[in-house]
């Protein structure tokens, strides 16, 4: 089995919207992981790619890319989405790609290190939507690593 099937099945698993979605893990790798999402189950009244659709495809590409270099974090950290800024750029007509964008080296290792010392950490992560070769979204989100024994001292 392929890391994109792996990583795609658990996305099916664990974020249904995923699958209902179509959505397809095109490449993974620690630096990038990229997405193909149909038009069809996707689509709006404007026969265009939903807006909610395009925020959800960009959210996954970013998510998926942390979810991949921390899946074998001895700390086995969940993450969550805090905040997120969705640009739409311009309309999406058909079958598109939603791509994360280089996670910047010393902003990862400071992730990194926050989970080693505190359990949680903070990171920005931006992905990109293209459709024939026009970048037609850009989004950014800050998501947030828990380690789980954080997690049931924070709900005490």
């Known amino acids: 089995m392929t890391e994109e099937s792996r990583v795609e099945a658990y996305l099916?698993?664990?974020?249904?919207?995923?699958?209902?979605?179509?959505?397809?893990?095109?490449?993974?790798s620690d630096a990038e992981v990229e997405l193909e999402?149909?038009?069809?189950p996707n689509i709006n009244h404007r026969r265009t790619v939903f807006g909610g659709s395009a925020a959800a495809a960009a959210t996954?590409?970013?998510?998926?890319?942390?979810?991949?270099?921390?899946?074998?974090?001895p700390r086995r950290p969940e993450l969550v989405i805090q905040a997120n800024r969705m640009q739409y750029l311009l309309?999406?007509?058909?079958?598109?790609?939603a791509r994360?964008?280089?996670?910047?080296?010393a902003a990862w290792n400071r992730f990194v290190s926050a989970i080693e010392r505190k359990g949680r950490a903070r990171i920005e992560v931006s992905s990109s939507l293209e459709f024939r070769g026009h970048r037609c979204g850009l989004f950014?989100?800050?998501?947030?690593?828990l380690v789980e024994d954080c997690e049931a001292s924070a709900n005490q």
Not at 62 to 69: D, F
Not at 140 to 145: D, E, H, I, L
């Open 37 to 40: 999402i149909p038009l069809e």
């Open 12 to 28: 099916y698993r664990q974020i249904p919207l995923s699958c209902s979605m179509g959505v397809r893990v095109i490449r993974v």
């Open 91 to 97: 309309p999406i007509y058909g079958a598109f790609t």
């Open 60 to 73: 996954l590409a970013a998510w998926a890319v942390l979810w991949h270099r921390l899946k074998e974090h």
């Open 140 to 145: 950014s989100g800050t998501f947030v690593a």
């Open 100 to 105: 994360t964008l280089p996670v910047d080296n």
